[in-house]
C-alpha cells in the first residue's frame, strides 16, 4: 500500500499516555471500532514530518476501557513517551463502508450548519464524543454553539453539499450562548 499524504488520512485514536515499561500506550480510540482497528496486524500512522510513519500493532489489551497497544519495535519506555501523544491515523481506503446515516467525524467537519429556517450558525469546527452521545461543535458568529447530532435535531445531513440542517428544541441555541 502506498502511503497518501499526512492530511489524506483519517483520525481513529490518540496515544494518551505510556503503560509500564515496555513500550505499551493506552490509547483513547475516535472511532467506533476500537477492537477491529487496534487490532494485531493492523497498521496506524503517526506523524513523521508532513508524512505518515507506519506502526504495526504486535499486541494489544484492554484496561479501563482503552485498548493499550504494543507496536512492532517499540519495546521501551523511552520509545513509547518519544510517541508523545500522538495522533493515530489511517488511510480512508482502509475503512469499512458505513451504513444509510451513519457518519464519520471527519466527513461532518466542514459542514455548514444552518436551522430549518435559514439562518446559518457557521461551520462545524469538530465533533465531540461517541457514536451515542456526540456533539457538533459549530463555529459562528454567536461563538461556539454545542449542536447534540440526534436525529430529532439534525434532520437533514448532506455531507456531500457540505450542509447540515438543523431543527433546534427550544433553548437549545440560548444554552450557548
Known amino acids: 500500500m502506498t502511503t ?7 483520525v481513529v485514536g ?3 499516555r505510556t503503560h509500564g515499561l515496555r ?8 472511532t467506533d471500532f476500537p477492537e477491529e482497528r487496534f487490532a494485531p496486524g493492523n497498521v496506524v500512522f ?3 514530518g508532513g508524512a505518515g510513519r507506519p506502526l504495526q500493532i504486535e499486541h494489544v489489551r484492554t484496561h479501563k476501557g482503552r485498548p493499550l497497544v504494543v507496536f512492532e519495535g ?3 519506555i523511552e520509545a513509547a513517551e518519544a510517541l508523545g501523544r500522538a495522533e493515530l491515523r489511517v488511510p480512508l481506503e482502509v475503512l469499512d463502508a458505513l451504513p444509510p446515516g451513519v457518519y464519520r467525524h471527519h466527513e461532518l467537519v466542514g459542514c455548514t450548519v444552518e436551522t430549518r429556517e435559514g ?5 462545524v469546527t469538530r465533533v465531540d464524543g461517541a457514536s451515542a452521545s456526540s456533539l457538533l461543535v ?5 461563538g461556539e454553539v454545542l449542536v447534540p447530532l440526534a436525529a430529532e435535531i439534525c434532520v437533514s445531513i448532506d455531507p ?8 433546534p428544541p427550544d433553548g437549545l441555541l440560548d444554552l450557548n450562548a
Open 4 to 10: 497518501p499524504g499526512w492530511d489524506a488520512m483519517v
Open 14 to 16: 490518540r496515544i494518551a
Open 23 to 30: 513500550g505499551e500506550v493506552a490509547v483513547e480510540p475516535e
Open 46 to 48: 503517526v506523524a513523521d
Open 74 to 76: 517499540i519495546d521501551a
Open 119 to 123: 439562518a446559518v450558525l457557521g461551520r
Open 138 to 142: 459549530v463555529h459562528g458568529a454567536r
Open 160 to 167: 456531500a453539499a457540505g450542509r447540515i440542517v438543523i431543527a
